[in-house]
């Protein structure tokens, strides 16, 4: 979501070259290129009429946004001219935390982390490679092949709006790319791999990556599986890395991070419901479209607490029951705030329902990777 991604997929968010928003969605998108063209989009008709986003010649210095939230790559940042500043924004920093949990998870997991320099470095190597390259690559890909439907939801933002230009969009997934990879290179060999393992991870992850934002596949057009993959990316990928570089992946681990990937896939759908409008113009079958808001919102949270139960329920059952139980006095919280705030309207207090409840998941994923650790 484009997420290591080892990449995800919440999959998002110089010499200036302005865009006009004014063609077909039905086009599909043209592949990463070197030749400078002008962006053209136009919003799929709906049954009441024709959607249409025009951006502005050059972004604005200021629309009166934070430029915290920018830097960050969140909605209500400030339009900004720095071309340094919006190539972070692209990176989408505010996504990069799940990642580096998941390497500490991943880390904890494996029995085999000590507090040395050398370990606290291949540590913060990993989180480098999974966060900032990875995970850069993979929202910053994301938002060229979202740049139709962000016309429509956010056309302030950085390649809609023409703040950057499309050649220096593409240099920078490549150089992400390609500086991710190396890093998951270094890591093997600095981990004594005889296979690379933590490459491969990083190549799945990438490839993942690509086929959730882009044509043919675009998976992010399908409710269930975009989000699931989203989740895996960032719950399962650095977690294997993180396992990996300190230990051995072992396949009960495997099973066990897929499973709260499901979770993984409630968190995905809560970012869904913000981008409803623009979805439903362009035939994107997220699950609030899919299935509408009321229905969706009750996936969403059954998703997230259902897997959790679940693993607290294995952990009881492998003779865990103290991580059981700690694990049970986290997903309290979660369902507390899911009614609070989630359930009462998920596009008006999504971002609040996220910043209180998910400090209690990813809590809960740190105390299965010490339950499980070998």
Same mark, same amino acid.
């Given at each position: 979501?484009?997420?290591?991604?080892?990449?995800?997929?919440?999959?998002?968010?110089?010499?200036?070259?302005?865009?006009?928003?004014?063609?077909?969605?039905?086009?599909?998108?043209?592949?990463?290129?070197?030749?400078?063209?002008?962006?053209?989009?136009?919003?799929?008709?709906?049954?009441? $009429? #024709?959607?249409?986003?025009?951006? =502005?010649?050059? &972004?604005?210095?200021? %629309?009166?946004?934070?430029?915290?939230?920018? !830097? +960050?790559?969140?909605?209500?940042?400030?339009?900004?001219?720095?071309?340094?500043?919006?190539?972070?924004?692209?990176?989408?920093?505010?996504?990069?935390?799940?990642?580096?949990?998941?390497?500490?998870?991943?880390?904890?997991?494996?029995?085999?982390?000590?507090?040395?320099?050398?370990?606290?470095?291949?540590?913060?190597?990993?989180?480098?490679?999974?966060?900032?390259?990875?995970?850069?690559?993979?929202?910053?890909?994301?938002?060229?092949?979202?740049?139709?439907?962000?016309?429509? $939801? #956010?056309?302030?933002?950085?390649? =809609?709006?023409? &703040?950057?230009?499309? %050649?220096?969009?593409?240099?920078?997934?490549? !150089? +992400?790319?390609?500086?991710?990879?190396?890093?998951?290179?270094?890591?093997?060999?600095?981990?004594?791999?005889?296979?690379?393992?933590?490459?491969?991870?990083?190549?799945?992850?990438?490839?993942?990556?690509?086929?959730?934002?882009?044509?043919?596949?675009?998976?992010?057009?399908?409710?269930?599986?975009?989000?699931?993959?989203?989740?895996?990316?960032?719950?399962?990928?650095?977690?294997?890395?993180?396992?990996?570089?300190?230990?051995?992946?072992?396949?009960?681990?495997?099973?066990?991070?897929?499973?709260?990937?499901?979770?993984?896939?409630?968190?995905?759908?809560? %970012?869904?419901?913000?981008?409803?409008?623009?979805?439903?113009?362009?035939?994107?079958?997220?699950?609030?479209?899919?299935?509408?808001?009321?229905?969706?919102?009750?996936?969403?949270?059954?998703?997230?607490?259902?897997?959790?139960?679940?693993?607290?329920?294995?952990?009881?059952?492998?003779?865990?029951?103290?991580?059981?139980?700690?694990?049970?006095?986290?997903?309290?919280?979660?369902?507390?705030?899911?009614?609070?705030?989630?359930?009462?309207?998920?596009?008006?207090?999504?971002?609040?329902?996220?910043?209180?409840?998910?400090?209690?998941?990813?809590?809960?994923?740190?105390?299965?990777?010490?339950?499980?650790?070998?």
């Amino acid at each position: 979501m484009a997420s290591i991604l080892l990449g995800a997929t919440s999959i998002a968010q110089s010499n200036r070259t302005p865009y006009r928003l004014c063609s077909t969605v039905g086009r599909r998108s043209p592949p990463l290129s070197l030749t400078r063209r002008k962006l053209t989009v136009r919003a799929a008709e709906t049954d009441a $009429n #024709e959607v249409k986003a025009t951006a =502005p010649d050059k &972004a604005p210095a200021s %629309n009166g946004g934070s430029s915290f939230n920018q !830097l +960050l790559g969140i909605k209500g940042a400030a339009q900004e001219s720095d071309k340094w500043k919006i190539r972070v924004q692209l990176t989408k920093p505010v996504t990069w935390p799940p990642l580096v949990w998941g390497i500490v998870c991943g880390a904890a997991a494996s029995g085999n982390f000590h507090w040395t320099v050398e370990d606290v470095a291949k540590a913060i190597v990993c989180m480098l490679m999974s966060g900032p390259c990875l995970t850069g690559f993979t929202q910053t890909l994301n938002d060229w092949y979202d740049r139709e439907i962000d016309a429509i $939801n #956010e056309p302030y933002r950085p390649i =809609p709006s023409g &703040a950057i230009s499309e %050649n220096e969009v593409i240099t920078q997934i490549w !150089l +992400l790319l390609l500086g991710g990879l190396s890093l998951a290179g270094l890591l093997d060999v600095w981990a004594g791999h005889k296979v690379p393992v933590i490459l491969y991870l990083a190549l799945g992850g990438s490839l993942l990556s690509y086929i959730y934002s882009a044509p043919p596949l675009k998976l992010k057009q399908n409710g269930w599986i975009g989000n699931f993959a989203l989740g895996a990316s960032y719950i399962s990928l650095p977690w294997w890395a993180g396992q990996s570089l300190f230990g051995t992946l072992t396949p009960d681990i495997i099973v066990l991070t897929l499973l709260y990937s499901i979770a993984g896939l409630g968190i995905a759908i809560v %970012n869904d419901f913000k981008s409803i409008e623009g979805d439903r113009a362009l035939g994107l079958q997220s699950l609030p479209v899919a299935f509408g808001i009321d229905t969706a919102k009750w996936i969403c949270a059954g998703a997230i607490d259902i897997t959790q139960l679940s693993i607290a329920g294995y952990l009881l059952g492998a003779g865990k029951p103290l991580y059981a139980l700690a694990l049970l006095g986290l997903i309290i919280p979660q369902v507390v705030f899911q009614f609070q705030y989630f359930l009462k309207d998920p596009v008006k207090y999504d971002v609040k329902y996220q910043a209180s409840a998910q400090p209690f998941l990813i809590l809960g994923l740190l105390v299965t990777a010490l339950a499980t650790s070998h």
